[in-house]
């Protein structure tokens, strides 16, 4: 391995290039609550209640309007919980609500932060159940946002509400080829087994997620596996240790200069948000790369998902080291 430093500039903030279209199809509203600490079989006091818009797509729409790239949301949401997830999304710069309405009730997601040692603990309710003709309804809306002036990219996020194909990403895959669009996959199991066979220009799975659909934990050879079944590129999420990168140009890790304590919910979200502001501002593979582990450390020092410390992010992209691999990419 050859070890490199890149740096990489911070974009000027809210200066809107371009318009990133994101897919969240099981929105939920994220609820954060920080106690002390947290006891298995006890009552807690909640020091502090947060709540947000959620649900993976939700959460890398916020990173990129504060990386000051403009995001049109859509997906489903319904019920008061949709409402409510609604009417704080409208309060939210430069991310455009293009939800699609649904007779079931969106879910909530509770993370309890222990604030004694970082921790957090997730509890995710499952989603409302989808009929064919909203599913249908999402569609006809997705078709029209894909050909709208002005959409650069596409990030197709998080699990599949019950009722919605298990093929629906790699769907929804091609109609954004077909329609020129580029796009980035972050989903697992077979939503993303299957989605891979439609060729996305990239997924990010975790390393588990990665080997659940390749059958090997060896991360660079699970992402050279998932090449062979279709992905142009593989971001692999390491964890504390940054992120594994396979392209068709090259290889490459990077992990943050050190660890941070915090809440991790979101990371991989932000993570996201990264690579894809780096394809649509065209930087090098590497610093797509740096700049995807800096947004996931510093996410882990936010309060809540969907949000990163401004501070530690513009610290760490002149700190994170990438590591290019010196073995043939078809290895």
């Not at 490199?4 to 897919?23: D, H, K, M, N, Q």
């Not at 692999?236 to 990077?254: H, R």
Request: glycine residues 10%; hydrophobic residues 40%; negative net charge.
């Amino acid at each position: 391995m050859i070890a490199r430093a890149v740096a990489v500039p911070a974009p000027s903030p809210l200066e809107l290039s371009s318009v990133i279209l994101t897919v969240t199809l099981n929105t939920a509203l994220d609820l954060t609550y920080r106690v002390p600490r947290l006891h298995a079989h006890d009552s807690h006091q909640v020091r502090e209640v947060v709540q947000r818009p959620g649900g993976k797509g939700l959460n890398v729409a916020r990173v990129l309007a504060a990386l000051g790239h403009a995001s049109v949301v859509t997906g489903f949401a319904g019920g008061l919980t949709g409402s409510e997830l609604r009417e704080l999304l409208a309060g939210e710069r430069n991310i455009e609500d293009r939800l699609v309405a649904t007779s079931g009730s969106t879910r909530r997601t509770v993370g309890v932060v222990d604030e004694s040692g970082g921790g957090s603990t997730q509890f995710n309710e499952p989603g409302p159940h989808i009929s064919p003709e909203e599913w249908s309804a999402f569609r006809e809306t997705y078709a029209r946002l894909l050909h709208e002036d002005g959409v650069e990219a596409v990030a197709l996020c998080g699990s599949l509400p019950p009722g919605v194909p298990v093929g629906a990403y790699a769907q929804l895959t091609r109609d954004a080829h077909a329609a020129g669009v580029p796009v980035v996959l972050d989903t697992s199991g077979e939503p993303l087994r299957r989605g891979l066979a439609a060729r996305p220009d990239l997924v990010k799975p975790n390393a588990v997620e990665l080997a659940g659909i390749t059958g090997t934990t060896e991360p660079l050879r699970a992402a050279r596996a998932a090449q062979r079944r279709g992905a142009h590129s593989v971001a692999a999420s390491l964890g504390p240790d940054g992120m594994l990168l396979v392209t068709p140009d090259g290889t490459w890790q990077a992990g943050p200069p050190r660890s941070f304590a915090g809440n991790p919910t979101g990371a991989g979200d932000s993570a996201v948000a990264g690579l894809l502001s780096g394809m649509v501002e065209e930087l090098p593979w590497p610093e797509r790369l740096a700049r995807a582990v800096a947004l996931s450390a510093a996410t882990v020092r936010a309060p809540t998902a969907g949000e990163f410390d401004e501070q530690v992010h513009a610290d760490l992209l002149s700190e994170v080291t990438v590591e290019e691999s010196s073995e043939p990419v078809d290895g």
